[in-house]
């Protein structure tokens, strides 16, 4: 079996394992074993349904993360105050550790399979707590740097080769103290519930936590007050709650040499509050995690005879054919249930709400709303910027067609179905009314409510450029079943040219429906009859499909 690199680093200092009473050699097996399963595991951002498990996708996922790492650290190079420019870095790696941490880390740290098998053997619970937290540790150490690698590399051209050791020990810092934190509250949550209401709770704090992430990110940049592009800083006490700003400071101390009280009690902050969650994650959270997580093995049963009814219901009303039917039901409950599909599905889901109104913000400005701010608003044409949450939803469809209970796909071939298209009918309208109409009706209510009912128009010829969008990729996308796969080897919404796809078309909708607005009142209803006429085409060739053409893409 292949000897890494961090296992001969962590021989050196087997003497302190060994100290703490954890049976090193077996722990060095355990985590042996993890990094090869690491390298035959395909990581969120690099599946792509290729079954190559001879192909090593964590190392090429971090060449894909140190290129998008690479753009991160263009921003050492401007004027800008080092504070500034750190609190930009700081905050766009924070948010890319954490939102990888959604995607791949909650299933490291929240599984079971290690205990289970592995405790009944004689290997104490201290080892086996020791070796999953070094594995979480190395993974996603390799990732942060990955992510900052172009930022060290650009600030130790800049700033010197002290700028590149303080940095390097930031990344370990923030590495940690995001490692620590969820810890912490996935804690928290094991010990206040138990069963399925945990596993619940758990995916809805994910997807709260990507929304928390990525709002607080828009803060940071709010530290700063831009005139004329000369930056100063104006020191407010919530700028303590920032991460960013807490990891930031130590280089204005060290690097400027700017010793002001804001920089060393941010500074301060940076290195306790690190401490206080380690020292509470090793005495508190440790001892008890294992022992709580017990509880995700359990059960509880739901009274959902009201859903059931629903989905009867809307079945009966939006499909014409019994197998239809049937599979419509199936998706939408196999939707609520599958709890690794929510892990993927939701932060996609996520960002298409909270898209729109990022944007819509930065027009606001630094400065008070005023009277002819809010009138040039409400009666001007920003509730075009609906099209960026349209973009997030053609390319989803297409994570459904995996499944944590993949193995019971044979149900497919048992019956009798001889056209496969009335199951992706079927699921296709099952996702659609489950996900896609009662977000885009959130959204579009808060639009509504903005720029009022003269735009109920747009937002329905908005709908159906979606329906456009989704029945395009779908015709461009392979062929394939829902729920028929395996993560690790279904296709990924990530698909680079899906997404480019999708993106560009939104685009083109998006310029069109500007256009048209010029030529009112007849711009917007001719545009909604060529959209419908669009997407009545593409529903017919959309599901020309045969089992062949299925048997022909799985290969």
Request: charged residues 15%; glycine residues 4%; aromatic residues 16%.
């Amino acid at each position: 079996m292949k000897d890494f690199f961090i296992l001969k680093l962590l021989d050196k200092g087997s003497s302190i394992f060994k100290s703490f009473g954890i049976d090193y050699p077996m722990m060095r097996k355990i985590l042996q074993i993890k990094f090869v399963m690491d390298e035959r595991r395909v990581p969120t951002i690099m599946m792509n349904g290729k079954n190559s498990e001879s192909k090593n996708s964590f190392r090429s996922s971090l060449f894909l993360y140190a290129f998008m790492g690479l753009f991160i650290g263009i921003f050492m190079f401007p004027s800008f105050p080092l504070f500034l420019k750190m609190n930009i870095v700081i905050g766009m790696l924070i948010f890319m550790v954490m939102t990888t941490m959604i995607s791949d880390f909650s299933s490291v740290l929240l599984d079971m399979n290690d205990k289970n098998i592995l405790l009944p053997r004689p290997i104490d619970t201290r080892t086996l707590n020791a070796a999953k937290l070094i594995h979480i540790v190395v993974y996603l150490f390799k990732i942060t740097i990955a992510i900052s690698g172009g930022s060290l590399i650009f600030g130790l051209i800049r700033y010197g080769f002290w700028f590149f050791l303080l940095f390097l020990f930031e990344i370990a810092l923030i590495c940690g103290f995001v490692i620590l934190f969820t810890s912490l509250f996935y804690y928290a949550i094991l010990t206040l519930f138990s069963g399925e209401k945990l596993k619940d709770i758990i995916n809805y704090f994910q997807i709260a936590l990507t929304i928390f992430m990525t709002v607080m990110y828009q803060f940071v940049g709010r530290i700063f007050n831009v005139s004329n592009m000369n930056m100063s800083l104006t020191p407010q006490w919530w700028n303590f709650l920032l991460p960013s700003a807490w990891f930031s400071a130590p280089f204005s101390l060290l690097v400027d040499h700017d010793f002001s009280r804001y920089y060393i009690l941010l500074s301060l902050v940076g290195i306790i509050v690190p401490i206080i969650t380690m020292t509470l994650y090793i005495k508190v959270v440790s001892p008890h995690f294992e022992r709580n997580l017990q509880k995700l093995n359990g059960s509880s049963e739901k009274n959902e005879m009201k859903i059931k009814t629903l989905q009867q219901s809307i079945s009966n009303i939006i499909c014409f054919n019994r197998l239809e039917k049937v599979f419509f039901r199936f998706t939408q409950q196999m939707l609520s249930n599958e709890r690794k599909l929510k892990l993927k599905l939701y932060p996609s889901l996520a960002f298409s709400v909270i898209m729109p109104f990022i944007f819509f913000l930065s027009f606001f400005g630094r400065e008070p709303l005023s009277a002819d701010t809010l009138s040039q608003i409400t009666h001007g044409k920003y509730y075009l910027y609906m099209y960026l949450s349209v973009a997030f939803f053609p390319s989803l469809f297409m994570l459904i067609s995996a499944s944590e209970n993949y193995k019971g796909s044979w149900i497919y071939k048992a019956l009798p179905i001889d056209n496969p298209a009335m199951i992706l009918k079927g699921a296709f309208k099952g996702f659609v009314c489950k996900y896609v109409v009662p977000i885009y009706l959130v959204t579009s209510l808060i639009f509504v409510i903005i720029f009022g009912l003269r735009i109920v128009p747009d937002l329905f010829l908005i709908f159906i450029n979606l329906m456009v969008l989704m029945l395009t990729t779908l015709c461009f996308s392979k062929k394939e079943l829902p729920f028929y796969k395996d993560f690790q080897y279904a296709q990924n919404s990530n698909n680079t040219g899906i997404v480019f796809l999708t993106f560009g078309l939104c685009g083109i909708c998006a310029a069109l429906h500007y256009a048209l607005l010029s030529l009112a009142p007849l711009g917007i209803p001719i545009n909604i009859a060529a959209s419908l006429i669009i997407a009545i085409i593409l529903w017919h060739f959309s599901f020309k499909i045969s089992w062949e053409d299925i048997a022909k893409d799985a290969q």
